[in-house]
């Protein structure tokens, strides 16, 4: 490997998705201020919204969305506003 080239925080850090609290550790330069303890150990952690075990692409399920209610909703709050 050539010398100079790689990040000097290149570390393992903890990601954990908050829509189900899956925690995975990997290697990143992310900075960050937050830590957590997994397995005793102290990592450095990067909150996601999303990962691959919460994603509907990845775990086969998707959410139901209520197109028709939202449409009903925006056209009752609106109507006062037409002529």
């Known amino acids: 490997m050539k010398k100079g080239i790689h990040p000097e925080n290149y570390r393992l850090i903890a990601f954990k998705d908050m829509s189900n ?7 990143s330069t992310a900075d960050t201020k937050e830590t957590l303890d997994v397995d005793g150990v102290e990592y450095p952690l990067v909150k996601l919204e999303i990962s691959r075990t919460s994603h509907p692409f990845y775990t086969g399920k998707s ?15 609106y109507a006062k506003f037409k002529k």
């Open 21 to 27: 609290g899956d925690v995975f550790l990997t290697r």
């Open 63 to 77: 959410k139901l969305i209520d197109a028709a209610g939202r449409i009903d909703k925006f056209k009752n709050k």
